[in-house]
């Protein structure tokens, strides 16, 4: 599986963004997808995740309320929108699949490149 995402970008604190990731490849296997991010000398950490059938999420805390991830599997593409962005949210962002419902980094097989999000204050 191949994960491309973007929608990345400069904006202003109580902006808005949405980020995309699309998936190409062996997509037919039922993967749980996840968002992440890394901020500079920081080690990366859990944003949200989504089961395939959408029916279940999860977030980290500090995003919880200001952030909302969803997935359109016709068109192999999960999603992250980002409402009320705080400069303390500025980092690569990255989308990422596995076959298990964790936040474990190490469970997940699959990782896209990296989308940068800087919030200015």
């Known amino acids: 599986v191949q994960l491309q995402a973007s929608g990345g970008g400069l904006v202003q604190a109580g902006d808005s963004l949405r980020l995309s990731c699309a998936a190409s490849g062996r997509t037919s296997v039922t993967y749980i997808m996840a968002w992440f991010r890394q901020a500079p000398g920081k080690e990366r950490e859990f944003v949200a995740r989504i089961t395939y059938s959408g029916g279940r999420t999860d977030y980290a805390d500090s995003v919880k309320g200001r952030f909302t991830i969803s997935r359109d599997n016709a068109k192999n593409t999960v999603y992250l929108q980002m409402n009320s962005l705080k400069p303390e949210d500025t980092a690569v962002y990255y989308c990422?699949?596995?076959?298990?419902?964790?936040?474990?980094?190490?469970?997940?097989?699959?990782w896209g490149q990296g989308t940068q999000v800087t919030v200015s204050s």
């Open positions: 990422a699949a596995t076959t298990s419902w964790t936040i474990g980094i190490s469970a997940y097989d699959y």
